[in-house]
T-cell receptor
Framework: KQEVTQIPAALSVPEGENLVLNCSFTDSAIYNLQWFRQDPGKGLTSLLL?????REQTSGRLNASLDKSSGRSTLYIAASQPGDSATYLCAVEPSSNFGNEKLTFGTGTRLTIIP | DTGVSQNPRHKITKRGQNVTFRCDPI?????LYWYRQTLGQGPEFLTY????????KSRLLSDRFSAERPKGSFSTLEIQRTEQGDSAMYLCASSRDSYGYTFGSGTRLTVV
């Protein structure tokens, strides 16, 4: 059974700093990995999707990397801003296996950017 | 296309009542998922449709829960005889095959 772990559970950093969020998964047979952002009481907003054949994806100040063999992904946020404060969730989808196409989520990292 | 739409946004119900939630996916997406999220946890998978076929149901989905997706379009999730433990955020997502998931804003259920 796939298990996804995110460390740390909470992180506070001063505005302007660069930071890294970590995600690890136990089964390396994944099809893709997706990072989401969730504001309090809201739904999930997709940030980056990395296919299993890719090593990284970038969008603006965000960069996500994937090391499938070691079961790790990182989300790098450059020049953090107070608006980045949210919970960040990573989720993995297993390699194609009919009827098993669904995401398994970590419990998230709650990020607070201090102005 | 404005993304995945969920209604209602909030629902407060008395224990024992039935509730129904609706999800309208992105029109060209063939897959539709329901997840449940409790405070401080990541979303947990409930069920999944490919077009109108319900392909998988989690063990979390007791016999009080039923989901439908008639004609492969919108979906409904019904909870019968609600219990306080059903209080959670219910999230719907859609995807075109496995090319990334788009989530709705969720329906927050409170059972009193």
């Amino acid at each position: 059974k796939q298990e996804v772990t995110q460390i740390p559970a909470a992180l506070s950093v001063p505005e302007g700093e660069n930071l890294v969020l970590n995600c690890s998964f136990t089964d390396s047979a994944i099809y893709n990995l997706q990072w989401f952002r969730q504001d309090p009481g809201k739904g999930l907003t997709s940030l980056l999707l990395i296919q299993s054949s890719q090593r990284e994806q970038t969008s603006g100040r965000l960069n996500a990397s994937l090391d499938k063999s070691s079961g790790r992904s990182t989300l790098y946020i450059a020049a953090s801003q107070p608006g980045d404060s949210a919970t960040y969730l990573c989720a993995v989808e297993p390699s194609s296996n009919f009827g098993n196409e669904k995401l398994t989520f970590g419990t998230g990292t709650r990020l607070t950017i201090i102005p | 296309d404005t993304g995945v739409s969920q209604n209602p946004r909030h629902k407060i119900t008395k224990r024992g009542q039935n509730v129904t939630f609706r999800c309208d996916p992105i029109s060209e997406h063939n897959r539709l998922y329901w997840y449940r999220q409790t405070l401080g946890q990541g979303p947990e998978f409930l069920t999944y449709f490919q077009n109108e076929a319900q392909l998988e149901k989690s063990r979390l989905l007791s016999d009080r829960f039923s989901a439908e997706r008639p004609k492969g379009s919108f979906s409904t999730l019904e909870i019968q005889r609600t219990e306080q433990g059903d209080s959670a955020m219910y999230l719907c997502a859609s995807s075109r095959d496995s090319y990334g998931y788009t989530f709705g804003s969720g329906t927050r259920l409170t059972v009193v």
